[in-house]
């Protein structure tokens, strides 16, 4: 198995850029994940979905970010319009929800720097 | 709500040194818990797992062993290796309840000098 696939791997822009961020979950599995990790606030659960429903986004910091799953191998993570404090990196991860312990499995993560 | 309360780091061990980095949760039932770690500049993996009371999970040298009476799962190695270097994340999911979401605790920084 190829394991959760991000991309980009790395992403600059300019402030006022949209970013859109990619992920594609291990087959099988039917929860994801999407996670901000910075040295200031350490790792964020942004918003997760079960069965390509959103269950919880109510770390999604603001209306700037909005995060779709049209179908069980694809999900984005969308900034518009983007900020200097949205740089972070950003994982994507996934899980079968119904297994005792739920075990993540982590993609390589996305590192966004907003100019 | 649940809490996940780990060592606060940095921590700088000399090679072949006893490692030991605490953590304590708040929660409700019988979570599962979990160590994760994570390389310089990579996701996080599991490194292992408990999923009840009294159960010691293990993988590459480290143990932990899930204490209900002290609401502990500290992570232990008995020789650190410079390629243990890395940040150690302990986190739980709940027993209860359809979500499966992890809570984290902020992670602790391992450097390990030769």
């Known amino acids: 198995d190829a394991g959760v696939i991000q991309s980009p791997r790395h992403e600059v822009t300019e402030m006022g850029q949209e970013v859109t961020l990619r992920c594609k979950p291990i087959?099988?599995?039917?929860?994801l994940f999407w996670y901000r990790q910075t040295m200031m606030r350490g790792l964020e659960l942004l918003i997760y979905f079960n069965n390509n429903v959103p269950i919880d986004d109510s770390g999604m910091p603001e209306d700037r970010f909005s995060a779709k799953m049209p179908n069980a191998s694809f999900s984005t993570l969308k900034i518009q319009p983007s900020e200097p404090r949205d740089s972070a990196v950003y994982f994507c991860a996934s899980s079968f929800a119904d297994a005792r312990g739920g075990e993540q499995f982590f993609g390589p993560g996305t590192r966004l720097t907003v100019l | 709500g649940d809490s996940v309360t780990q060592m606060e780091g940095p921590v700088t061990l000399s090679e072949e040194a006893f490692l030991t980095i605490n953590c304590t949760y708040t929660?409700?039932?019988?979570?599962?818990l979990f160590w994760y770690v994570q390389y310089p500049g990579e996701g996080l993996q599991l490194l292992l797992k408990?999923?009840?009371?009294?159960d010691k999970g293990s993988n590459k040298g480290f143990e932990a062993t899930y204490r209900k009476e002290t609401t502990s799962f500290h992570l232990e190695k008995g020789s650190v290796q410079v390629s243990d270097s890395a940040v150690y994340f302990c986190a739980l999911i709940a027993s209860s309840g359809s979500a499966r979401q992890l809570t984290f605790g902020s992670g602790t920084q391992l450097t390990v000098l030769p």
């Open positions: 087959s099988g599995h039917n929860s």
């Open positions: 408990a999923t009840k009371a009294d």
């Open positions: 929660a409700t039932g019988y979570p599962s």
